[in-house]
């Protein structure tokens, strides 16, 4: 009989892959010191090689980080690494070439939280936990939301981008989580303490139904950017049936005709599981 899975498979809908958190940092020098010895992940050899920009691979998923000002946003993003051991040792070795910046390095249960040189929070988790098979992955990004944004957060997703979703309760909060490809999520938990920062940072996703979905933003005039390449922007989330918006976040969408779907990238990792 075969083996029992140690993960489930549910179903995924309209948004097929989660690709990349986009942040804005001052300096590539201390972020691959920070991305590539301590997190182990690779910078992309093919694109963005020059100073302006950097692009960091992360198993199927990448983090950019153009050259700007560094503002982080209130929530933190999961990434999962085949060795979490090897990445504290990692890090507690560049710790001190990041003296005198944000980074920090913290134990919590079985996982590790980790913050970069101007401040952006990242949870590592050890590859199999979230990740299914993928030894490196981001595979979450936890936003901290308004009291009662979670609901109409869902609610958004489900019916204006056709993704899964579902609210569950954190004390006497809420959480929406959004199915954004295979193993991997958004969860907007609601903070009593909730202040909005205005911060240039973004998330790419790829999604089935592009043309459908793009009318529904048009429609609704809720465009951040219109359609360029098979590609749009959008960030407020509101009421489907109100308009009423309950949260923003700059989300870069691309249907599965775009260059860069499913592009092959380079990663420094031996795979963990038999092959052929």
Known sequence: ???????PSPEIGAITQFEHVNYRIPDL???????CEGLGFTRDPTRMVGTRNMWINAGRQQFHTPRGEAIPFPGEVGVSVA????VYRNMKRISHELKGTDFSLKEVGKT????SPWGHVLRVHQAGELSGRMPQAISYVNFWTPVGAAKTIAEFYNKIVYAPTKVTKRGKYSMATVTVGA??????IEKPNYEPVDHPNHVA???????????QFKAKKMLMRPDVEE???????FNPRSGKVVFSFEHEVRSLYHPDYLKPLA???????LVD
Do not use: C, S, W
């Open 1 to 7: 009989m075969p083996a029992k899975k140690a993960y």
């Open 29 to 35: 020098g201390p972020a691959m010191l920070f991305f």
């Open 83 to 86: 060795d979490i051991k090897m």
């Open 112 to 115: 590790l939280t980790v913050t």
């Open 183 to 188: 193993n991997q999520h958004f969860h907007f």
């Open 205 to 215: 996703i790829y999604v089935t139904r592009y043309q459908e979905i793009y009318q």
């Open 231 to 237: 590609q749009f922007r959008f960030e407020k989330m």
């Open 267 to 273: 990663n420094r990792v031996p795979v963990p599981y």
